[in-house]
């Protein structure tokens, strides 16, 4: 698997490491991994770049 690194926000880390805990992950990056895969599924399903954005706003990720 292809390693690379996202910055985040200092305040952000220790919510991931407190939720992936709390949910049973064996890590924080996996937990990031999978709320990534199931968010990108939602939008993946979309079948044109326009639909893609549509739903990105529907999901109040763009304005």
Known sequence: M?????????????RV??????????SPQEFVVHLLE?????IEEAESNEEIVKK??????LE
């Open 2 to 14: 292809l390693s690379t690194s996202i910055k985040l926000d200092k305040d952000l880390w220790p």
């Open 17 to 26: 490491k407190r939720c992936a805990k709390a949910a049973g992950y064996s």
């Open 38 to 42: 199931k968010e990108l599924a939602k």
């Open 56 to 61: 990105l706003k529907g999901l109040g990720y």
